[in-house]
């Protein structure tokens, strides 16, 4: 019976099984009535789990905790007579309890739990019981210290296979908000913990909840900041994890939502020195502290996180870099053959125009072409200008904001306004000068809008031109394919300014 009973206790990996065999199992090696098994807290004198056989649930509300374990159910010596679970609560009857046995369990030297065993039927517990008792205890520990090692092994394959799946979250493109929510909500589902929170360094030198992964709404969290000075964020600003057993009570914690939450991690994400934020992982009130291995691991993760963060980041800047270059070759293939070519049929067309006579139908049709070839180096020029300028960045020159312009209209149109640049209009439109056009552009714009029948926009700027009082000025001349309400001919509107 020993035998089979220590094989048994050998066959599961999973500890809370193991333990709730072992006490099953040595209550019926030995005849006892009840059996119990205290898991201690490593770091604290209490119980931390309780598996029992033959109790029931009742009796089990009423147990002790530890070294109290059974004060009367299980005592060392024999009970006379009818006794109550515990001094708490009301007595409940039952047989008496001769006797009781009790052994520790040891794991690797260290004190795990205790065994306790009462109610020995027929009678009093036998020599043969304690060496039972002891050789289960010493197999229970060893089954321990397995079903630990497989515990812990496959706790770490979780977090490792958490830490890969941020990475490649991270690396196939998602944008800044996303990535900072996918590392939240990863280690929050990996820890257990009941909000998992993205921290960054604010302007003023302290730290803001910027993302916030949780299964209530969040909305009272985002935004909260830890005001500089603070004694956790000195120790995060350090490089350093903190580990709070109670955020409630913690002197250290400041901040109005910490009165939520009971054991927390503060993990600071940092990779090659840089500091990119904080990773928060708290737990409610009440909920069992994190273990040594909980924030070796959730540490370990931080770490693989806030490189994926960078990493991340890296691949953005290096894809937009390629999209930036990929731009710049457009624009000098286009400068370089495509408007070359145009110009030197242009000049081909113009020459022959000027060869043939100016009734003859042909040189009206060259006419035509030389100058639609006109219009179309314009424009040409144009979106080689725009393709110069950075996608995301405000236009610096009075070019690109007529561009941004236009470009802006357009989603309100339905097409794009056709534009065209004569002269050194960068060179000679200063700052004032481009406000006022730029006014005049959008007003132009704004009023092709609401009449109807425009399909068709023209921008034109030219510099310089000669102003009527003989100055050197800049026009701009919008045109659109509408019909004017008083003659119902196309508009035209035209502004002219001194450069």
Known sequence: MLLEAVLNVGSDLELGSTLQQIVETAAALTGARHG?????????????????????????QHLGLFPELFPDLLPDGPVEGPTALT???????????????????V?????????????????????????LLRVLAAQAGIAIGNARLYGTARQR??????????????????DAA????????????LAGASAGVILQPTEEGGMEIVTASTP????????????????????LLGGEPVFIDDSATDPRMTTGVRSRF?????LPLQSGGRLIGTLALPRRRGERPYTDLDRLLATQFASQAALALVLADAQADREQLAVYEDRDRIARDLHDLVVQRLFATEMMLESTRRRATSEDESGVLLGRAVDELDSTIQEVR??????QQPPAAAPSTFRGRVLRETGGAAALLGFPPSVQFTGAVDALVGEETGRELLAALRGALAAAHRRPGVSAIEVEVEAPVRLPDGRSGVRLVVADDGRGEDDGRPTTVTWQAPV
């Open 36 to 60: 119990a098994l205290g898991v201690l807290d490593p770091d604290r004198d209490r119980i931390e789990a309780l598996y029992t056989a033959g109790v029931t649930e009742a009796e089990r």
């Open 87 to 105: 001094r708490p609560g009301p007595p409940v009857d039952r047989p008496p309890v001769r006797s009781s046995l009790r052994a520790p369990i």
């Open 107 to 131: 794991v690797h030297t260290e004190v795990f739990g205790h065994l306790c065993l009462g109610g020995k039927r027929p009678g009093p517990f036998t020599d043969t019981d304690v060496a």
């Open 157 to 174: 394959e979780r977090w490792i296979a958490g830490a890969a799946a941020v990475t490649t979250a991270l690396l196939t493109g998602t």
């Open 178 to 189: 996303d990535a900072l929510m996918t590392v939240a909500e990863q280690a929050r589902v």
């Open 216 to 235: 209530d709404d969040p909305a009272g969290i985002v935004g909260t900041v830890i005001e500089p000075g603070s004694a956790v964020l000195v120790q």
């Open 262 to 266: 009971g054991p927390s991690m503060m």
């Open 382 to 387: 144009t979106a080689i200008f725009a393709l």
